[in-house]
């Protein structure tokens, strides 16, 4: 989703704004641009594309100045174009946006009652046009940003930068985040605090309604009810290790191959008396709830399947996961003894916090896991708990998938052991095999180079299907997306005995078959879905801590793990599987086409 950066500085700001920038591409974009004050005069580059093509036109086309704001756009309204892109500019103000402005056509038809025309399709020129207007209309710059802010609905973060203002911006937060930077004597505003890596660590998050006047000695800050209200100043501690490849190729790469180091760190966590008296309050909270609704988007719903075996096989609570876009397309069968959990690395995705709202509503409790605890979802849910994954660049979520997974086992076993459902010497022999997790994940990642081999193949084939039963089918479901997502190759994730069913029909020597089967009770019925595929001259991959029978095209084998935490296991090869594809076939693996780390619409 779209970027914000913006900067009052001691120093030229173009640079710095565009080195910001960069540590907002993980966002996901298709233009950018820059604006900044010189003499007073608002000067704009823009750039379709990635920021190396804004980079070389700074180059070629410099500017200059102390104040700036740039952009990093995601299109929603209006194609990838020129136009399009952020800054957007009227006579004396440049506004960048993320967001989506529900009522911008609205706004159009009032603008165009008073002779102002839009020269594109985006919803932001709407913004710019009507702040233009009020200060036209005798409106002191505060008081125009002010009056445009209010007439907006749906989900905004703003940044203004006015002609002849040097000492200031103003901006606005209402359902996307913003987080503004103390530096000594420079002031910054940014999507992500990321963003301020290098730059300060003194941070202010801005909630929603809040509208902030900045200078480089000033913040002055208001809520929604127009009142000055103080905002906690926090340090967040950003390690430029964790936002550089570390030697990798891709941050993907670097994730990935991080997991076991991470996952070790993380159950260290949970067993010190600090993550213990973290994970209480979430554990009563699932102990004395009737039902559970587990939400979540993508790779984080496919999490949140897995959960719902786990809680239903070792807590016996009834469990429904629901994506989030269709949460409010259900008529819910809630009630107040309804615990919704909702995972997000991001705690920022627009379908989960409305999934989250919508249930604190109908009051319900909450509790989220969350990888970003500043988040939005962190202050709204009653309860959250981290998942300890670190920084997470590369739009394919690795690592925070394992971490999600690790934290619900980790939730899952300390309610097993307060309901007493399952036999009580079962959890002791899983809470022993849980602490087994990060090195076997690390004796998983020695597939990699039969992987790559692999993936070279999978190149040739226009479609995959991958096929997993039981808490392999998210699994599934999860190959697949990672796949398609950063190979564009198409796949399909499905229960293995749903092949019959259908898709069974596109199954012949073109299409390979990823079969996850650890070996385990459900390990013969995976077995009888390849000998289905085997039987239409199918591929086989078989994924397995077992050769499997014969007629197998290729193995990747991995150790063998109790069956209950196989799906994080089984992870590794999934995105190993997606990674090479990808690097093979050349895409952008970090920042695939389309798409965005955070998406922050609904
Ligand atoms: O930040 P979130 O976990 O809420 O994001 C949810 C999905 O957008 C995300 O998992 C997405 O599916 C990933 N790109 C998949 O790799």
Known sequence: MCGIVGMLGQNEVAPILLESLRRLEYRGYDSAGIATLRDGKLQRRRAVGKLSELSDLLVRNPIQGLSGIGHTRWATHGPATLENSHPHQSRSVAVVHNGIVENHLELRAQLSALQIEHKTETDTESITLLCQYHLEQGLAHAEAALKTVRSLRGAFALAFLFEGEEDCLIVARQGSPLVIGHGQSETYVTSDSIALTGLTDRITYLQDGDFACLSRRKISIFNCGGEEVSRPLERRNIDSASTDKGGHKHFMSKEIYEQPKILAAAIERYETSGGMAELRPAVEMVSSCRRLELVGCGTAHFACQVAGYWFEWLAGIPVSTTVASEFSCRKQAFDEQTLGIFVSQSGETADTLSALRHMKNAGCGTLSLLNVTSSTMARESDV?????????????STKAFTCQLLALANLVLAVA???RYADQDRISRLRKEFRR??????AALAADDGIKSIAGELGKFVSVLFI????????????????????????????????KHGTLALVDDKMPVVVLA?????????????????????????????????????????????????????????????????????????QPRNLAKSVTVE
Do not use: C, N
């Open 384 to 396: 959250s708990l981290p998942i300890h994954a670190g920084v997470e660049i590369g739009v394919a």
């Open 417 to 419: 052991e307060r309901r």
């Open 437 to 442: 997790l990060p090195a076997l994940t690390s």
């Open 468 to 499: 997993g039963r039981g808490a392999m089918y998210p699994l599934a479901l999860e190959g697949a997306l990672k796949l398609k997502e950063i190979s564009y190759i198409h796949a399909e994730g499905l229960a293995s005995g749903e092949l």
């Open 518 to 590: 650890p070996q385990d009770q459900l390990y013969a019925k995976s077995l009888s879905s390849s000998e289905e595929v085997k039987a239409r001259r199918g591929k086989i991959i078989l994924v397995s801590d077992t050769t499997g029978p014969t007629g197998i095209w290729r193995t990747v084998p991995l150790p063998s793990v109790d069956p209950v935490f196989a799906p994080i296991l089984y992870a590794i090869p999934m995105q190993l599987l997606a990674y090479h594809t990808a690097v093979h076939l050349g895409t952008d693996v970090d």
